[in-house]
């Protein structure tokens, strides 16, 4: 049984070394940030589905786990104007509070996201993404050109990952191994592949970069014409990019 949000953060206290978390839903973003800020002695925060922590709790106050090895967790709530589709690929209403503003507003939240990641200087496995099981994928048969799905919790406020938005504040963590973006509606394109391996030697995998087609079977759909269904999320980087020769797997 999982211990309670605020059990947690009293144990980050008293030395909490490693947390495994099952169900991210089951705790606040506040308790996640607490745990965060004190926990001076955590060295692996895992988690099989991450808990979303808020952009406004994250900048709030310094983590203290600068020896962490390995974090797995959502960062939500920031301001992407840049977005125009939802998860489940509606058009966003002009005005939604998370979409509105200006680019350079949601850049200096963004920075000031980095500038907390940055400092984990001890970091070799850093997951910002999810991994959903396809039973929770939603089929969309209203297309033309044939069945896509949508992940409903792929993320639409969520670091772009790119140069322009800060991504160079992480460059002092030289001991990545590993980097988790799946599900994410990052803006990694060529500069940001190029500027990874010139910045993470020890950088051997990046995950999520592509949106995968599933197997239309695990989608409850038996046509025999359709082998598998492409994602409906639309690409936010160049394809030129999947042809872009670095160390790292991607």
Known sequence: MELTGQA???????GLQGLYIIDGKKFASNNIQSI?????????????????????????????????????IQIGGIPRPDIEFDALGKKIDAGTPLNSGTLEESR??????????????????????NSPSTRSYIVDNTRVQGPVYYNPLFQTNCLE???ASGLGLLGGLAALQSLDVSNMAHRIGEDE?????????????????????????WLGLYDPAIETVPCGHQFAIDPSLFSCNVDFTY
């Open 108 to 129: 200096i939240i963004q920075r000031k996201v980095y500038s907390q990641l940055g400092a984990l200087v001890s970091l070799q496995q850093l997951s910002l993404g």
């Open 36 to 72: 965060l800020h004190h926990g001076q002695s955590l060295r692996s925060f895992t988690s099989l589905h991450p808990p979303i922590v808020m952009a406004a709790d994250v900048i709030q106050s310094r983590w203290a786990c600068t020896w962490i090895t390995i974090l797995s």
């Open 161 to 163: 990952m790119s140069l």
């Open 8 to 14: 947690l953060v009293v144990a980050s206290k008293r």
């Open 193 to 217: 592949l190029r500027w990874m391996e010139s910045r993470w030697h020890s950088m051997r995998e990046l995950v999520g970069l592509n949106r995968e087609e599933v197997d239309a079977m």
